[in-house]
């Protein structure tokens, strides 16, 4: 597949008050949450390295990457990287299928007073499914027409979210779904998008969407 790779050269930045703030929130919900119990429910679940996240959407503005400023996160989880989003000047959302995963994030951006949009659903817009694959999971993409040959409307929506209008997209996948989220990526994004895509808690790799980039 053709996406383009983009250098992030990171640097240790300082992170603002505000930021700080959201983080230790965060944090101290998240431990919460789970020495309450309800981590079991959800057992694969690991938030990612937030200030590695900070770095590089900084690196990204300051740099002149971004064509413009709409944030995603699939699989926001606790929503803590969308509202750093939101504090660094992005119309951020957050996509989380889990209603009492997304109902924490919803709850902490109110209490923190950052305007984002959690939408409870799934990252695979409708009529595309995942499926296993060769050393990982692999995308599904809708049939473009019926059995008897009509077109079929195929454009990727979400209820409150045009993929399209997405800027920067940022996703910390399972093991094994990384080929998944860049399939998803080139089909769903627009010419320019960029995709941010945590490995862990020390890397960070971005790829840009080429024009010419047809699923």
């Known amino acids: 597949m053709s996406l383009q790779p983009l250098t992030l050269n990171l640097k240790s930045e300082e992170i603002p008050d505000n930021i700080a703030s959201l983080l230790a929130e965060g944090s101290r919900r998240c431990d919460g949450f789970f020495e309450a119990g309800l981590g079991r429910r959800y057992p694969r679940y690991l938030p990612s390295n937030p200030a590695i996240i900070y770095a590089a959407i900084v690196y990204l503005k300051e740099t002149g990457l971004l064509r413009g400023n709409v944030f995603c996160e699939w699989g926001c989880g606790?929503?803590?990287?969308?509202?750093?989003?939101?504090?660094?000047?992005?119309?951020?959302?957050?996509?989380?299928i889990e209603t009492e995963i997304a109902d924490f994030a919803v709850q902490l951006a109110s209490d923190q007073n950052i305007p984002v949009e959690i939408l409870c659903t799934s990252y695979l817009p409708e009529g595309y499914e995942e499926c296993e694959g060769i050393g990982g999971k692999d995308l599904l993409p809708p049939e473009a027409t019926t059995s008897g040959?009509?077109?079929?409307?195929?454009?990727?929506?979400?209820?409150?979210?045009?993929?399209?209008?997405v800027d920067l997209f940022f996703v910390y996948p399972w093991p094994g779904q990384e080929g998944l989220m860049m399939d998803l990526f080139k089909a769903v994004a627009s010419e320019d998008a960029i995709l941010l895509i945590a490995h862990g808690e020390r890397e960070i790799t971005a790829y840009r969407r080429d024009v010419d980039d047809d699923y």
Do not use: K, N, R
């Open 149 to 165: 040959g009509v077109p079929i409307d195929t454009t990727p929506i979400y209820d409150g979210l045009d993929p399209g209008e």
């Open 78 to 96: 606790f929503g803590i990287a969308t509202c750093m989003a939101s504090l660094l000047g992005f119309e951020a959302y957050g996509i989380e």
